[in-house]
Every structure is written in structure tokens, then in C-alpha cells.
């Protein structure tokens, strides 16, 4: 049973132009969400947070919404550049320590 | 510093083998996780420390058997691994608060033959 999911496997878009990457959850208890980035070899970097008391967080080029009636969160990332090419995880957790993972999109940023 | 190490980068062992995987951060955080993740998929997590005591186990098989020395530390030990063990084991590391973000190591590859 998979309660995170990231149904997009690959996005590829524009430099410049907005990235939006989503997210879908089932279970209702899930109270944090997190977007990680990953490169090849590397863990995974934290990026953006949101608690489920918020509906929009802001960090410079990174927002994330929350729609807790549809369960499902976006990472929008603006403008999207080269560097900005991994692959992004979303996570949820109810508290703070069991964090759960979807399945990753790969997001190709092309010049 | 938001920065967790993790030794050896790549391990390759026996299945008759006993080696031993670590991680260390100074960041002063309270809890650490190991994770393991196998291509194309994501992390799923294995264990918790939280204050140097084991909180979660995810119903790991006992040939993994994690340590947690002191609070910047964590040893996962490996013992009698199967070929199927073989994966990218991620060390992380948090305040220990509720709703607060994880801090990944770089990871060790580790294969079993």
C-alpha cells in the first residue's frame, strides 16, 4: 500500500520557465511534509517543509501548497535552472521521525 | 555544519562476512536513522535512535543490528547478509522535535556476494 505517491516518473522543462512537481497522499493522519532533491551518488538534500496547520510555504525559487481536501502537495520551483536538474522526493510523516517517501520524478532542466 | 558523514562510501562483503557500517554528525541532533534504498526507489527506513535509544525498528531481519554510542554516532553491524541486502544505506539525522526536517548522509553502497 503505497500512501505517498509521485505519479509523474520524469518532467523536463525549460530553463527559465516553472517546474511544478506533485504529490498525492492517503493517509489522513499525515501532519509534515517535506521535499528532498537527489543527485546520483548523494543522499538525499532537504529543500522545503510544509505542517499541515499551512497551505503555502515560501523559500526564494522553492514554494510547496498543501490541499488537505485533496491530499496532495506541489513543489513549484521558479525559474528553473540547470542545477535544479535530480531527482525530487516527497515525504510525509505523522510527527516528525518515520518519515514515508513517494517514488521520485526525475526533473530534467534543459538549456 | 548540516553535514552527516558516512563510512566506508562503497563496501563489498561475503555473505559469511561481518562488517560494520557508520555514521557520525555534529550538528547536535537527538535522533539518527538508517535507511535503506534500492535503485529506482525510495529510501525506506530501517531503524530510529531517539535520545540513544531505539525507538523504531521496522521490522528489520536481525543479520542488521544497529548501536547508537553516543548521540553523534550510529553503527549499523551486518552480519550473514544476502545478496537481496545489496542497496545504498543512508544515514540521517534530526533535532528529534516533532515536524522537523532529516539530514541525509551521502550513503554507503554496499553489495553482497
Not at chain 1, 522543462?13 to 528532498?36: A, H, K, P
Not at chain 1, 497551505?55 to 502537495?73: Q, Y
Not at chain 1, 521558479?78 to 514515508?100: I, N, R
Not at chain 2, 548501536?67 to 551486518?78: A, D, F, T
Amino acid at each position: 500500500d503505497q500512501q505517498v505517491k509521485q505519479n509523474s516518473p520524469s518532467l523536463s522543462v525549460q530553463e527559465g520557465r516553472i517546474s511544478i512537481l506533485n504529490c498525492d497522499y492517503t493517509n489522513s493522519m499525515f501532519d509534515y511534509f517535506l521535499w528532498y532533491k537527489k543527485y546520483p551518488a548523494e543522499g538525499p538534500t532537504f529543500l522545503i517543509s510544509i505542517s499541515s496547520i499551512k497551505d503555502k510555504n515560501e523559500d526564494g525559487r522553492f514554494t510547496v501548497f498543501l490541499n488537505k481536501s485533496a491530499k496532495h502537495l506541489s513543489l513549484h520551483i521558479v525559474p528553473s535552472q540547470p542545477g535544479d536538474s535530480a531527482v525530487y522526493f516527497c515525504a510525509a510523516s505523522v510527527g516528525a521521525q518515520k518519515l514515508v517517501f513517494g517514488q521520485g520524478t526525475r526533473l530534467t532542466i534543459n538549456p | 555544519d548540516t553535514e552527516v558523514t558516512q563510512t566506508p562510501k562503497h563496501l563489498v562483503m561475503g555473505m559469511t562476512n561481518k562488517k560494520s557500517l557508520k555514521c557520525e554528525q555534529h550538528m547536535g541532533h537527538r535522533a539518527m536513522y538508517w535507511y535503506k534504498q534500492k535503485a529506482k526507489k525510495p529510501p525506506e527506513l530501517m531503524f530510529v535512535y531517539s535520545y540513544e535509544k531505539l525507538s523504531i525498528n521496522e521490522s528489520v531481519p536481525s543479520r542488521f543490528s544497529p548501536e547508537c554510542p553516543n548521540s553523534s554516532l550510529l553503527n549499523l553491524h551486518l552480519h550473514a547478509l544476502q545478496p537481496e541486502d545489496s542497496a545504498l544505506y543512508l544515514c540521517a539525522s534530526s533535532r528529534g522535535r516533532d515536524r522537523d526536517e532529516q539530514y541525509f548522509g551521502p550513503g554507503t553502497r554496499l553489495t553482497v556476494t
